[in-house]
Structures are given as C-alpha cells and as structure tokens.
C-alpha cells in the first residue's frame, strides 16, 4: 500500500532529525558525530569522526590517527577499529592535513588541536578527558607516537582550546617512522626497501626538502627529542621485514623511552612487512594493552 505524501514527508524529516548514523556493527544506542571541524574555520581536512557507545557514565575514548604515507589517507575510508565500541570505548578517527597541504609541524598540530577539541567538549559528547588514549600505523603510529611523547612541551600546541591539555593516557604505535635521517641507512638491511633521502620521499615531502638537508628539522620532527620519563604507557608493534618504515625505527624510540625510564612494550612481528603478518596476537595484544591503561580499576585508567 502506497504511503501518503504527508507521511512520507513525516518519516523522512524525523529519520533526518536522528542524525548521522553510527557504523555498520557498532552496538545499538551509539551516537554518532561525523566531520566535526576541530578548528573552527579550519582547512577540510581539520575534522574529525566521533562515536561513542552507550553506557553507564563517560566513556574511554581511543583516538585512531590513519597512515598513509603523509601524503594521501582518509578518516573513513581508512578508519579506525571499530570493535573498540563494542568493548566500550568512544572511538575517533581523525583527519589531518598532508604534505601537500602543508609540511611539518601541521599534521602533528592537528593531532594535538583535536586532542584538544575532544577533552574541552568531553562532557557534551560523554567522553572521559582523563582517559584518552592513541593509536595509529605507519604515519599514523607517527602521529600517536609524537601525541605521546611532547605533553611535556608546548611547541605544537597553537591555536584554540589552549586552557587545555594535549597529553594522551596511553600510545599504540604501530610501524610508525622516528628518526628519517636513519631510515635509508636501516632499509639497506632488506633488500628492495624504499629510500627515504630522496626530494620526492613522503619523509621529504612532510619536511619540506630533501632529509639529509634538513637534519635540524628531522630532528624536531623526531618523537625520540621529546621523549621523558613521564611519557605515558607505549605499545609498539613492527614487522622485522618491513621494507617501508625499517624495523630499526621503532627500535629507536623503544630504546629512548627505556634509557628515560617510561613505560614501554615492544612487540615484534616476526618475518612481518608493513602491516603484513599482523594478526590476532597483535589485535590481542593492543585491546589488553588498552584495557589496561584506559578501563576503570586499571593502574592509570583509575
């Protein structure tokens, strides 16, 4: 039986007025915020999408930060985990504007202005601001790597929501890059592995010259630099074969946060590539890492 023009106008308006839809799967009762502008005015890519499950109280939000070589990568189509909502975390996946938008420091800025955003306007969207925690691969695990280590500097903090902290209660890194100056030299250990001194390397392309030219910027675009005994928690994750980001990178930042007396696990993915051989223990690995570190009655989720 057809439906009455008025009716049909009635369901239409009452669908739009429920608002985005949550993902595929995620448990009934899920809100969901999409393209939120984390810098208002901002460029399009300063957005963010925001989920967060129903429940009792606040919920522990994961930030998902997508790779893509710094150059190319999308909040949706490469979106985060989205068990997460399942397992009771509020779930972002962020936007950030790439190299050929604009060159180091923009995309760590990003990360942390978001950041911000979301423990400013926690109470509205029913996220816990002392339970943050952040997660990325590839360039993204470069990003959660450097979210976790500069809380304890104000270098890429500009623009709004200043009154409030930057700093993430936990880090899953997975095969994200540290010191590029390094990163040809570590590739010549796999055969085939990509060279990143090259003026048209994603590593020299987010610099803004060649690597080997810009030393005193690689250096400042290294979480190593900022790197205290008061990071929070760090999972790292890294494939030995990796011909795209070199093993020995994560080795790096393991080793600062160990000589500086953080808290770091390191996992390596015996005979995996980039993101290659990655599988249930690693999927394990980080939901237990996080439950840890973000879940009530955890030492540092309270």
């Known amino acids: 039986m057809p439906i009455a023009p008025a009716l049909l106008a009635l369901t239409l308006a009452l669908a739009a007025a429920d608002g985005p839809k949550p993902p595929p799967g995620a448990p009934a009762g899920t809100k969901a915020h999409r393209d939120v502008a984390y810098v208002p005015g901002g460029h399009e890519r300063q957005k963010l999408d925001l989920f967060v499950p129903p429940g009792d109280g606040p919920r522990p939000l994961v930030i998902w930060i997508h790779g893509g070589a ?3 990568g999308d909040k949706a189509e490469w979106g985060p985990p989205l068990e997460l909502l399942g397992e009771g975390y509020a779930v972002a996946s962020l936007n950030y504007r790439l190299s050929q ?9 990003d990360a942390k202005a978001a950041v911000r955003f979301l423990r400013k306007h926690a109470k509205e969207y029913g996220i ?3 339970r943050f925690g952040a997660w990325g691969a590839s360039a993204g695990g470069y990003q959660s790597a450097m979210l976790g280590t500069t809380a304890s500097t104000k270098a890429f903090d500009v623009g709004e929501n ?3 902290s930057s700093a993430v209660q936990c880090v899953v890194d997975e095969y994200g890059p540290t010191d590029f100056t390094k990163m040809t030299e570590q590739a010549k250990a796999l055969p085939g592995a990509d060279e990143h001194d090259a003026p048209d390397s994603p590593e ?8 080997q030219e810009n030393k005193a910027k ?3 675009a290294d979480p190593c630099t900022y790197v205290t005994k008061d990071a929070p928690p760090f999972l790292i994750m890294h494939g030995d074969h990796d011909k795209l980001v070199p093993y020995g990178q994560s080795v790096l930042l393991v080793d600062a946060l160990k ?5 770091v696990a390191f996992h390596t993915v015996k005979g995996g590539g980039h993101g290659d051989g990655f599988g249930e223990p690693e999927r394990r690995a980080a939901l237990d890492f996080l ?4 879940k009530r009655g955890s030492s540092t989720g309270r």
């Open 70 to 72: 710094f150059m190319m």
């Open 204 to 211: 020299s392309k987010l610099l803004g010259g060649p690597v």
């Open 128 to 130: 816990d601001p002392d």
């Open 101 to 109: 938008h604009a060159i180091f420091p923009a995309p760590v800025e």
């Open 218 to 220: 690689a250096a400042q």
């Open 162 to 164: 200043l009154d409030v």
């Open 259 to 263: 000589k500086a007396g953080a808290s």
């Open 291 to 294: 439950a840890k570190h973000l």
